[in-house]
DNA sequence: CGCATAACCGACTGCTTCAGTAGGATTTAA
DNA sequence: TTAAATCCTACTGAAGCAGTCGGTTATGCG
């Protein structure tokens, strides 16, 4: 598995505030129960992504989180390297802010890392795929849901 | 890290296959010292890449491994996927074989995956970037080993 | 004021995988 | 017959994953 449910719980996450209309701040407890996940866990992961300016938090009742800046504007390569780390395809595999890339197997031999064209390919490949979508999409792919009146609509009814 | 070293060993392991002129078989003793690598964790790594029929092996003194099949057809989506198992970015998500992808959060909601999107297009670019490179390019890239008059070179005669 | 609600924080836990080691059994060329 | 090689299983320390738990702080409301 390229990455954990770290990911995917965090980007759900993420989702789940691009869908609240206003900035009215979500609270953790509803997302969790939106999302069928445990609390405690995304208390761990929604403290990433604050780190990485990404939610805003207001304390206290009523309180919650929302999104740091509007959906179109956030690319999940953000969200995703908030939550699992520095995406790379390899441990030998350091990009600089320049866009060089380091492999610390080209030192200790004659010739050239032969694996470094393979991992820069699918690093660009990935990077490419988190970088070129915006968490507004996912919002608008996850399903228009109900906006006529549904302040404060019941949400544990099954059936 | 999106791959483990094993996908990274056995990679170099290939392409060290690659690299041999003839069909001649190599001993891992002898790919373990050219790369620096533990012979005995190769072990592993080349029955994963035997079990799935890239390499062919000769058993006995003087014998070793050598690629099943000329480089060029080789791609390293296949080789990839031998040492890490199926390549997916997500726990949950499952491709058939007819190319359909299949999500297991998708039953439990009243709304569609919302990271599906992200997680296709990653794989789509991952599958891309190994799909499209094959271990004769890897060789070449590697650099030009000497070829003239060189089968018995010493190798650890480094400065 | 006091209480419920919520964000915050750190420690702990069972589980699996990683990366590698160890010890042997089998096969084969010389 | 022996050295070189593949082959196989079992084991191990370390790390990360996927949570859980208990407690602290901040805040709106009656």
Same mark, same amino acid.
């Given at each position: 598995m390229l990455f954990s449910t770290k990911a995917e719980y965090g980007v759900r996450l993420m989702v789940e505030l691009g869908r609240?209309?206003?900035?009215a701040p979500v609270s953790l407890s509803a997302v969790a129960e939106a999302e069928r996940l445990p609390l405690s866990y995304l208390e761990h992961l929604v403290a990433k992504l604050r780190k990485a300016g990404l939610v805003v938090s207001t304390r206290g009742a009523h309180g919650g989180y929302s999104l740091a800046m509007p959906a179109e504007e956030i690319t999940l390569d953000v969200v995703v390297e908030a939550l699992e780390g520095q995406i790379a395809p390899m441990e030998c595999f350091h990009e600089t802010p320049e866009g060089k890339v380091l492999c610390s197997? #080209?030192?200790?031999?004659?010739?050239?890392?032969?694996?470094k064209l393979l991992w820069t390919r699918v690093q660009s490949g990935v990077t490419k795929a988190l970088a070129g979508t915006t968490l507004a999409e996912l919002v608008e792919f996850g399903g228009a849901k109900? #906006?006529?009146?549904?302040?404060a609509a019941p949400v544990g009814t099954a059936a």
């Open positions: 609240q209309p206003g900035s197997h #080209e030192s200790d031999g004659h010739h050239a890392c032969s694996t109900e #906006e006529a009146g549904a302040k």
